[in-house]
Nanobody
Framework: QVQLVESGGGLVQAGGSLRLSCAASGSIFSINTMGWYRQAPGKQREVVAVITSGGSTNYGDSVKGRFTISRDNAKNTVYLQMNSLKPEDTGVYYC??????????????WGQGTQVTVSS
């Protein structure tokens, strides 16, 4: 199995910053895409940002220019730097990673989620 452990959530005032981290561990042969998703109360989970093993990135429209995703392939870790936070960024942030456990077996794993609350 592949486990993802997130950290870095918390309470911050609007305009502030937070940095989330997510470390993958377990039976990992390779990781292709890592990403962050979020879910606000009463809403569907949405993509925040994703990054490939080669460093290509994509962002949700609402966070472009404010959030930056990065990863350390040697540590199987992905980061999300969140700046200029807004109350509408509030939600549970989930880490996702997909890749291979071996040449023959793939994985698609989720973290347990970390709460981000932005006060106005």
């Amino acid at each position: 199995q592949v486990q993802l452990v997130e950290s870095g959530g918390g309470l911050v005032q609007a305009g502030g910053s937070l940095r989330l981290s997510c470390a993958a561990s377990g039976s990992i042969f390779s990781i292709n895409t890592m990403g962050w998703y979020r879910q606000a109360p009463g809403k569907q989970r949405e993509v925040v940002a994703v990054i490939t093993s080669g460093g290509s990135t994509n962002y949700g429209d609402s966070v472009k220019g404010r959030f930056t995703i990065s990863r350390d392939n040697a540590k199987n870790t992905v980061y999300l730097q969140m700046n200029s936070l807004k109350p509408e960024d509030t939600g549970v942030y989930y880490c996702n990673a997909e890749g291979k456990r071996s040449i023959w077996r793939s994985f698609d794993s989720w973290g347990q989620g970390t709460q981000v609350t932005v006060s106005s």
